[in-house]
């Protein structure tokens, strides 16, 4: 008897287990004990803590981020802040913040995200970002994780430089607005070198980015 009901309360552990969403922990980051979180500086922010779903990485040096429109999810870094005083949301319909990121070797970086959950025609997005700068942006178009994405890279200096997406869900109206700008205040030789690894690592970050299965029962927090 005692080994059926040992049976019995490992299967319902095992099944509660697997209920939990991909990337979460039954207790959140922001529910936790200093001490008991990682010693990076995404964590030691109170606001940025909020969106962070697990103290575990989802690759070396990022942690999940789940958007309070609970729309989207996506690799953050360990470096980065969600500024509160700029942070602006309208239920699950937008969402808006600039992320400070702190590169490491003396390189700071600005994330800006904008949410909608009915994105405009790609010509007339594409257009708006454009207008941001003083260049013509070459955009890329690539498909990555149902996303649709629009990326291109700009440079308004040789100090400060960066990239420009869109992405647009294939499934529904919703998209995003990204642009990440990098400050380099290193030598030449090292801008230029932060410009090229850049490129690469912004591309991996933007595919981390996901559109969550559109539910309208679950309440944004």
Same mark, same amino acid.
């Given at each position: 008897?005692?080994?059926?009901?040992?049976?019995v309360l490992?299967?319902?552990?095992?099944?509660? #287990?697997?209920?939990q969403k991909?990337g979460?922990q *039954?207790?959140?980051?922001?529910?936790?004990?200093?001490?008991?979180?990682?010693?990076? $500086?995404?964590?030691?922010?109170?606001?940025?803590r909020?969106?962070?779903? *697990?103290?575990?990485?989802?690759? =070396?040096g990022?942690?999940?981020?789940?958007? $309070?429109? $609970? =729309?989207?999810?996506?690799?953050?870094?360990?470096?980065g802040?969600?500024?509160?005083?700029?942070?602006s949301?309208k239920?699950?319909?937008?969402?808006?913040?600039?992320?400070?990121?702190?590169?490491?070797?003396?390189?700071?970086?600005?994330?800006?995200?904008?949410?909608y959950?009915?994105?405009?025609?790609t010509?007339?997005?594409?257009?708006?970002?454009?207008?941001?700068?003083?260049?013509k942006?070459n955009?890329?178009?690539y498909?990555?994780?149902?996303n649709?994405?629009?990326?291109a890279n700009?440079?308004?200096?040789?100090?400060?430089? #960066?990239?420009?997406a869109l992405?647009?869900?294939?499934n529904?109206? $919703?998209?995003?607005?990204?642009?990440?700008?990098?400050?380099?205040?290193?030598?030449?030789?090292?801008?230029?070198i932060?410009?090229?690894?850049?490129?690469?690592k912004? =591309?991996k970050?933007?595919?981390?980015?996901?559109?969550?299965k559109s539910?309208?029962n679950?309440?944004?927090?």
């Amino acid at each position: 008897m005692k080994y059926w009901f040992a049976m019995v309360l490992l299967f319902l552990v095992l099944l509660l #287990g697997g209920c939990q969403k991909e990337g979460e922990q *039954s207790v959140k980051p922001a529910e936790m004990d200093m001490e008991d979180l990682p010693d990076v $500086r995404a964590f030691q922010d109170e606001f940025t803590r909020g969106f962070l779903l *697990s103290t575990e990485e989802t690759r =070396e040096g990022y942690y999940p981020f789940m958007s $309070r429109t $609970r =729309e989207y999810k996506m690799d953050f870094p360990a470096g980065g802040i969600v500024g509160e005083k700029g942070y602006s949301k309208k239920g699950q319909e937008f969402e808006s913040y600039l992320a400070g990121v702190d590169e490491g070797n003396g390189f700071e970086a600005s994330i800006k995200i904008d949410y909608y959950s009915k994105i405009g025609t790609t010509s007339s997005e594409l257009g708006m970002l454009s207008k941001q700068f003083k260049q013509k942006l070459n955009f890329k178009k690539y498909d990555k994780n149902e996303n649709t994405t629009y990326l291109a890279n700009f440079e308004e200096d040789e100090k400060n430089f #960066g990239s420009v997406a869109l992405l647009d869900d294939k499934n529904t109206k $919703r998209g995003l607005l990204l642009i990440y700008e990098i400050e380099c205040v290193g030598s030449d030789e090292d801008c230029e070198i932060k410009k090229k690894t850049m490129r690469s690592k912004v =591309e991996k970050w933007i595919n981390s980015i996901k559109f969550m299965k559109s539910d309208k029962n679950v309440e944004a927090q």
